[in-house]
């Protein structure tokens, strides 16, 4: 999962969300503080959202709900009705799926050849734990052998003085089964 590197880049809640005290309409999620003020489209569907689940636009982050939070951040299933009027038309009603914050972010990053906002949508995100590896740093196969019931990186995390203990019961237990054999 991690390509050997023990950790992997995923969006932090706490890099989108810097500042708690402001509202979603001030600015509170980073990456989206210019789109809520400067697109129509985008402000029509937070409203629609608000409007949706009873909240406001105007209220601090800090004293928004959880449920909120996650919805803003991870999106919602049910469809959203926003009115929205294009520069050059009428008003008209759509139907829209809010993704939300953080897949929005994870989609732009892997559909986008612009490396300007692959840096840009990094300063979002934190290295993890591979969730696979544990940080170990190898295939699930090298991980399987073991000698002395244990793996590579339990034997090379032991101190020396663990290690040559180690390694002298190995040598113990070998001259104990050639012994019986």
């Known amino acids: 999962t991690c390509t050997g590197l023990g950790t992997q880049q995923e969006i932090d809640a706490e890099l989108i969300v810097t500042n708690p005290e402001l509202s979603i309409a001030q600015g509170a999620i980073t990456p989206w503080s210019k789109v ?12 629609a959202l608000a409007k949706q689940y009873n909240f406001s636009l105007n209220t601090p982050w800090r004293d928004l709900s959880e449920d909120v939070h996650q919805k803003v951040l991870y999106g919602v299933e049910e469809p959203l009705t926003i009115r929205y009027t294009p520069q050059h038309g009428n008003t008209r009603k759509y139907t829209v799926h809010f993704e939300g914050v953080i897949p929005n972010l994870i989609k732009r990053y892997k559909e986008t050849s612009s490396e300007g906002i692959r840096e840009e949508i990094e300063s979002y995100m934190s290295a993890r734990i591979c ?18 019931g244990r793996n590579i990186v339990q034997v090379t995390s032991l101190s020396i003085t663990l290690a040559q203990r180690f390694f002298q019961e190995l040598e113990a237990n070998k001259k104990e089964a050639t012994r019986l054999l």
């Open 36 to 47: 809520v003020n400067g697109s129509q489209w985008h402000a029509a569907i937070l409203e």
């Open 131 to 148: 969730p696979d590896c544990h940080g170990a740093r190898l295939k699930p196969e090298a991980m399987a052998v073991t000698i002395g």
